[in-house]
């Protein structure tokens, strides 16, 4: 993924959650080829409607942004890399206290 080459990292998570998008947008063309057996007007599938528009939008942003990226020249690659290994660094370190904190709210077995 050019995010993580440009970061110089592998981001699991990132790494899951686009995997996790690639398998809905799948999921979403597959049935758009299929009739809908939904009533379009219900709450429900209106949020259907937004979640995927919404998916479709935040895929043509990533490879907007990724495409930014590669063409960038290399000071800017690397100020892109360092941020976002802080930013990584510092979104670890947000999990493993609110890990911990659930940890602590729990009871002893």
């Known amino acids: 993924m050019q995010l993580e080459q440009a970061q110089g990292c592998v981001d699991p998570q990132a790494r ?34 937004a979640i995927a528009g919404q998916l479709d939008s935040l895929d043509e942003q990533l490879k907007d942004l990724e495409a930014k990226i590669a063409d960038a020249d290399p000071a800017t690659q690397q100020l892109f890399r360092q941020s976002t290994a802080v930013w990584l660094q510092q979104q670890q370190q947000q999990q493993q206290q609110q890990s911990e904190q659930q940890q602590q709210r729990q009871p002893p077995s």
């Open 16 to 49: 899951a959650q686009l995997d996790r998008l690639r398998q809905q947008t799948a999921a979403l063309s597959q049935a758009g080829g299929q009739p809908q057996q939904q009533d379009l007007r219900s709450p429900q599938a209106v949020d259907e409607l």
